[in-house]
């Protein structure tokens, strides 16, 4: 249920046809819009159903593999447990069956960081490591086809994602709480529901097992008093202040000091540790560094998708001359901050169009960046343009929305990939 856009849903069906289940794939969108995921489907033993859903498919079926943009809420998933049919999620699925080490990140902020760093250290020591979870293009079901008793599985865990450790009752060995903000108040009733997933990451460890809080998050702290069995912290000052981050920003030496604790409690030795953590070079769409045009900067945070993450991508850059482009979809969260951290910091600021962008406008202006708005731009390249006019050397062109993507792109990597197309196709 959901074949996406991501590669998930896909590397998940290729797997299951492998081993020879009868997969019906069904989802809502059409199939222009879910062309590039159906091309690779094309001559394989698969029933496709696009632009809707029929309710006998979720009867006539011994499993439904739920896509975690599904909401839990779904009449149809209703449907099958009332008759009886399970409903699995990729990542709880694999966990059930594979009893090899697995290390689980969630939080708001810093997931993927944190977990691409925990794999690249891990990766340098005696037991191979596999990356998986909420990473773009990656199923993690399909693993179970490659990894061996003795390997690592690191996984980045979603709250939508952990819905499925909650209905199997069961936590990974070892797991990280980056931090919680608000965030996807658009799919919640409230603050209370988002943190109840996010607890899944701790909530069935057994005797042996661990997870790892943020200190400095009052959130984490308050909910590590919860956990049933180890119980660590970590803090941006746990780096040590001779080591060599390539990270921007504060929140990244949380990031960090997240990584270094985990991969201790792992057995990995400290020098190693240092190695990995002073050769890692960051995520992509994560303040990817793109280069220069003209003298001029850009930096590709799109998946800046939170007031939150907004700000710490501007607190992350000590230019003063910060060109930002922001707004898109709404998530019901409050932009006040985030709007007085760009009228305090950005000397323009371009705004994409979306159901968020109008109230942003609005605090942009009630902060006193007027005069300082180029304008709301129905296209990410005109936005662009309209920026480099003004831009001089040395000045730096951010995008850090601090909105979601939908509306004018597939989603927030979409929106990350024509940036860096655009960037490429300016002329020195």
């Known amino acids: 249920m959901g074949l996406g856009l991501l590669g998930r849903g896909l590397n998940d069906t290729l797997f299951l046809i492998e081993h020879g289940a009868r997969v019906t794939v069904t989802d809502l969108k059409t199939s222009e819009q879910l062309a590039s995921s159906l091309e690779k489907l094309k001559g394989l033993p698969v029933t496709?159903?696009?632009?809707?859903?029929?309710?006998?498919?979720?009867?006539?079926?011994?499993?439904?593999?739920?896509?975690?943009?599904?909401?839990?809420?779904?009449?149809?998933?209703?449907?099958?447990?009332?008759?009886?049919?399970?409903?699995?999620?990729?990542?709880?699925?694999?966990?059930?069956?594979?009893?090899?080490?697995?290390?689980?990140?969630?939080?708001?902020?810093?997931?993927?960081?944190?977990t691409s760093l925990i794999h690249h250290i891990l990766g340098a020591g005696a037991r191979k490591s596999h990356l998986a979870g909420n990473i773009m293009g990656v199923a993690t079901l399909p693993l179970l086809g490659k990894v061996q008793p003795d390997d690592v599985v690191v996984l980045e865990l979603s709250s939508w994602q952990l819905q499925g450790f909650h209905a199997a009752a069961i936590s990974p060995q070892a797991s990280v709480f980056t931090n919680i903000y608000p965030d996807h108040m658009n799919?919640?009733?409230?603050?209370?529901?988002?943190?109840?997933?996010?607890?899944?990451?701790?909530?069935?460890?057994?005797?042996?097992?661990?997870?790892?809080?943020?200190?400095?998050?009052?959130?984490?702290?308050?909910?590590?008093?919860?956990?049933?069995?180890?119980?660590?912290?970590?803090?941006?000052?746990?780096?040590?202040?001779?080591?060599?981050?390539?990270?921007?920003?504060?929140?990244?030496?949380?990031?960090?000091?997240?990584?270094?604790?985990?991969?201790?409690?792992?057995?990995?030795?400290?020098?190693?540790?240092?190695?990995?953590?002073?050769?890692?070079?960051?995520?992509?769409?994560?303040?990817?560094?793109?280069?220069?045009?003209?003298?001029?900067?850009?930096?590709?945070?799109?998946?800046?998708?939170?007031?939150?993450?907004?700000?710490?991508?501007?607190?992350?850059?000590?230019?003063?001359?910060v060109m930002l482009i922001a707004g898109g979809a709404d998530k019901k969260l409050d932009l006040t901050e985030f709007a007085r951290a760009a009228s305090a910091k950005a000397i323009r600021i371009a705004l994409l169009e979306g159901t968020a962008t109008d109230e942003l406008h609005r605090k942009l202006v009630e902060f006193g960046a007027q005069n300082r708005i180029a304008g709301v731009f129905s296209n990410l390249k005109t936005a662009v343009d309209s920026l480099m006019q003004h831009a001089r050397q040395g000045h730096v062109i951010l995008l850090s929305p601090a909105c979601a993507s939908f509306?004018?792109?597939?989603?927030?990597?979409?929106?990350?990939?024509?940036?860096?197309k655009l960037f490429e196709e300016l002329k020195e």
């Open 48 to 114: 496709v159903k696009v632009g809707g859903h029929d309710p006998d498919d979720f009867i006539n079926t011994d499993m439904i593999l739920r896509n975690a943009d599904v909401p839990r809420s779904s009449p149809l998933l209703k449907i099958a447990q009332d008759h009886g049919v399970p409903v699995e999620m990729d990542e709880s699925l694999f966990c059930k069956f594979f009893h090899g080490l697995v290390v689980g990140i969630t939080g708001t902020r810093g997931k993927t960081t944190t």
């Open 187 to 321: 799919r919640y009733s409230g603050m209370d529901e988002y943190i109840q997933d996010k607890t899944a990451i701790y909530r069935y460890q057994k005797n042996g097992d661990f997870c790892v809080f943020n200190r400095s998050n009052p959130v984490t702290m308050e909910l590590s008093l919860q956990a049933p069995a180890g119980v660590a912290h970590f803090t941006a000052s746990d780096v040590p202040q001779e080591w060599e981050v390539n990270l921007p920003g504060n929140h990244n030496l949380e990031n960090v000091a997240a990584a270094i604790n985990t991969t201790r409690l792992l057995g990995i030795d400290e020098m190693t540790i240092r190695k990995q953590v002073e050769s890692f070079r960051g995520v992509e769409h994560r303040l990817q560094w793109l280069g220069t045009k003209r003298g001029i900067g850009f930096i590709n945070d799109t998946t800046s998708t939170t007031p939150v993450s907004g700000i710490a991508a501007l607190n992350s850059l000590e230019s003063h001359g």
């Open 407 to 420: 509306g004018m792109f597939k989603n927030e990597f979409h929106r990350g990939e024509s940036f860096i």
